[in-house]
């Protein structure tokens, strides 16, 4: 790669950086609000605790939290680690994607594909629910954004690739929730539809390796939980995060693997 890319490439990792901390910060309100059917928009943040509206100053991303000691400044309340860590999370997600992908016009698709994948997997773990509040917002942002990136560049293919992935990926699910629906939620056939469009967009292959790295994390983090006893047979365990961390993974190292699996098979 030439100095210049790279520069440019850096430039805009740290900009989807500082982009995904604030996007991270919103996340926390989505995180907490949407499994209780609460506006997203009103009102203002406030103290889960003392009900204390949030000052400007005090919602810088991250920033906030460490000056105050993870407490409200009105009430003293800790608050929860788990906020700077989704804004952190939120930061590395958008510069990993920027890397990635470069100055290129799928980005933004990416972008809010990666954050909603987030909230996702933190709501699923939280609720076992993949809300529909999330999931359709999503796919009514990313599917124009990569139409969007398709109609600037002329790559129709890829566009195609998505369209088919996403019926692929909610079909591949739609099928294991037929066999088992106690299993598989119909939440988790959404998000496959989902996960399918994005990754069929970079390939097919793609597509396939997203599914196989969810059920696979799914499989070994089950069967860990039931060999160390933290959970029981009967227990659920949500299959969203895995998803989630199967589809970023894809995102980021998918080519990668693909191309080290095709030099194995010759
Ligand atoms: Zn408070």
Same mark, same amino acid.
């Given at each position: 790669?030439?100095?210049?890319?790279?520069?440019? *490439?850096? =430039?805009?990792?740290?900009?989807?950086?500082?982009?995904? =901390?604030? $996007?991270?910060?919103? =996340? +926390?309100?989505?995180?907490?609000?949407?499994?209780?059917?609460?506006?997203?928009?009103?009102?203002?943040?406030?103290? /889960?605790?003392?009900? *204390?509206?949030?000052?400007?100053?005090? +919602?810088?991303?991250?920033?906030?939290?460490?000056?105050?000691?993870?407490?409200?400044? #009105?009430?003293?309340?800790?608050? /929860?680690?788990?906020?700077?860590?989704?804004?952190?999370?939120?930061?590395?997600? @958008?510069?990993?994607?920027?890397?990635?992908?470069?100055?290129?016009?799928?980005?933004?698709?990416?972008? &809010?594909? @990666?954050?909603?994948?987030?909230?996702?997997?933190?709501?699923?773990?939280?609720?076992?629910?993949?809300? +529909?509040?999330?999931?359709? /917002? *999503?796919?009514?942002?990313? #599917?124009?954004?990569?139409?969007?990136?398709? !109609?600037?560049?002329? +790559?129709?293919?890829?566009?195609?690739?998505? $369209?088919?992935?996403?019926?692929?990926?909610?079909?591949?699910?739609?099928? &294991?929730? @037929?066999?088992?629906?106690?299993?598989?939620?119909?939440?988790?056939?959404?998000?496959?539809? &989902?996960?399918?469009?994005?990754?069929?967009?970079?390939?097919?292959?793609?597509?396939?390796?997203?599914?196989?790295?969810?059920?696979?994390?799914?499989? &070994?983090?089950?069967?860990?939980?039931?060999?160390?006893?933290?959970?029981?047979?009967?227990? !659920?365990?949500?299959?969203?995060?895995?998803?989630?961390?199967?589809?970023?993974? #894809?995102?980021?190292?998918?080519?990668?693997?693909?191309?080290?699996?095709?030099?194995?098979?010759?």
């Amino acid at each position: 790669m030439a100095v210049a890319s790279i520069a440019v *490439t850096a =430039l805009l990792a740290v900009l989807c950086g500082v982009i995904g =901390l604030c $996007v991270g910060s919103f =996340l +926390n309100v989505v995180i907490h609000r949407v499994p209780l059917r609460q506006s997203v928009v009103r009102p203002r943040s406030h103290c /889960p605790s003392c009900g *204390t509206q949030i000052a400007e100053r005090d +919602n810088v991303p991250v920033v906030s939290w460490l000056l105050l000691h993870g407490r409200c400044r #009105a009430c003293g309340e800790r608050i /929860p680690v788990r906020y700077p860590l989704v804004e952190v999370a939120c930061a590395a997600l @958008f510069a990993a994607a920027a890397v990635r992908l470069g100055p290129s016009w799928a980005l933004p698709a990416f972008c &809010v594909f @990666f954050a909603s994948l987030l909230a996702i997997a933190v709501i699923d773990l939280d609720h076992f629910i993949i809300p +529909n509040r999330i999931i359709y /917002p *999503t796919l009514f942002v990313t #599917a124009p954004l990569l139409l969007l990136a398709a !109609a600037l560049t002329g +790559n129709w293919t890829s566009l195609w690739h998505a $369209v088919v992935g996403g019926v692929l990926g909610f079909g591949a699910l739609f099928v &294991v929730h @037929f066999i088992s629906p106690r299993g598989m939620g119909f939440g988790d056939v959404r998000l496959a539809g &989902v996960i399918g469009m994005m990754l069929g967009w970079l390939s097919l292959g793609h597509v396939a390796l997203a599914l196989f790295l969810g059920f696979l994390l799914a499989s &070994v983090v089950g069967i860990g939980l039931l060999v160390t006893r933290v959970r029981g047979r009967k227990d !659920a365990v949500p299959f969203g995060p895995f998803m989630a961390l199967g589809a970023v993974v #894809a995102v980021l190292w998918g080519q990668a693997i693909l191309d080290a699996y095709g030099r194995t098979r010759g």
